[in-house]
């Protein structure tokens, strides 16, 4: 009888890695579970027919070495790796302090990186897939999401990437776009400050939407099973991508640094008010290490 498929996702223990973790088990497969809150992944992997959980920071190339060699104990092979661990700032470059602007790189960019490289002899063998979470932000420019958006960026771009150097081994790479999606971090993001809240309202089309984190994981999953190339979240982000050479154009830049005048001020005031630089679940903190 065919193994069922197993699914490595970093950042699972919450938010988009957890529903996506719970949707991908119901379809299934067997989940392998890797982030920092060990109370939460244990419990979703006990809720979880065959699923498996490692405590692990996507920055520490031994502890996801570790995680690769537990998982392929545990269920013999990787087929699919799902690099969806992240954490988002609050505040502007200029006042943020700047080992918070590193740390969002070093989580969002090189955590994906490390993902990839500590798994790729499994995902290789298996000829499996790979599904690097970007962003919308990749190609949508807003005032404080400086960090992210650059590492978000670089995301894709390592996917593009990547997709080229491992078709010869019968590895397919695809990138995840989503948009707001109802976390624990963009929840934040709204409690702690009003000007984020009050931007999300003026911001026409989907970039002012937020997606439940149920349609995100479904979109996800249904990415994995095409082994999509891009996947959008809500699907008309597509057409922010195609459109990206305008949105990071000159008439762009001008309609929204005459918005930032005014807004960016009162953004970093919150941000000094709140006495804090990322969101009361982040990681940053101890808390939250997922979308």
């Known amino acids: 009888m065919t193994r069922p498929p197993t699914v490595l996702i970093t950042g699972?223990?919450?938010?988009?890695?957890?529903?996506?973790?719970?949707?991908a088990t119901a379809a299934g497969a067997r989940v392998a579970l890797v982030g920092l809150e060990p109370g939460r992944l244990s419990a979703l992997a006990d809720a979880l027919d065959g699923a498996t959980w490692v405590e692990a920071d996507v920055t520490d190339q031994a502890a996801l070495e570790a995680a690769v060699e537990h998982t392929l104990a545990a269920h013999g092979a990787i087929d699919v790796v799902v690099a969806n661990a992240g954490i988002a700032n609050h505040g502007t470059v200029a006042v943020t302090p700047p080992e918070a602007v590193a740390k969002v790189i070093e989580v969002n960019l090189l955590g994906v990186v490390r993902t990839v490289t500590a798994t790729l002899p499994a995902v290789t063998a298996s000829r499996g897939h790979y599904l690097l979470v970007s962003s919308a932000a990749a190609f949508a420019m807003l005032p404080g999401l400086a960090p992210y958006a650059a590492a978000k960026a670089g995301v894709e771009q390592f996917a593009n990437?990547?997709?080229?150097?491992?078709?010869?081994?019968?590895?397919?790479?695809?990138?995840?776009?989503?948009?707001?999606?109802?976390?624990?971090?963009?929840?934040?993001?709204?409690?702690?400050?009003?000007?984020?809240?009050?931007?999300?309202?003026?911001?026409?089309?989907?970039?002012?939407?937020?997606?439940s984190v149920e349609d995100c994981a479904s979109a996800l999953l249904t990415g994995i099973t095409r082994r999509a190339r891009k996947v959008y979240v809500p699907r008309s982000v597509a057409v922010l991508s195609a459109l990206r050479t305008l949105l990071l154009g000159p008439v762009a830049d001008r309609v929204i640094s005459a918005q930032a005048r005014t807004m960016v001020p009162q953004f970093e005031a919150e941000v000094a008010a709140s006495g804090r630089f990322f969101g009361s679940h982040s990681t940053a903190l101890g808390g939250d290490d997922a979308r």
């Open 161 to 211: 990437c990547l997709r080229l150097e491992l078709a010869h081994r019968g590895v397919t790479v695809g990138s995840a776009h989503p948009i707001w999606i109802d976390t624990d971090m963009v929840r934040s993001l709204a409690a702690d400050l009003g000007t984020f809240r009050d931007g999300l309202r003026r911001v026409p089309g989907p970039l002012g939407r937020t997606v």
């Open 12 to 23: 699972a223990a919450r938010g988009i890695g957890a529903e996506l973790a719970r949707q």
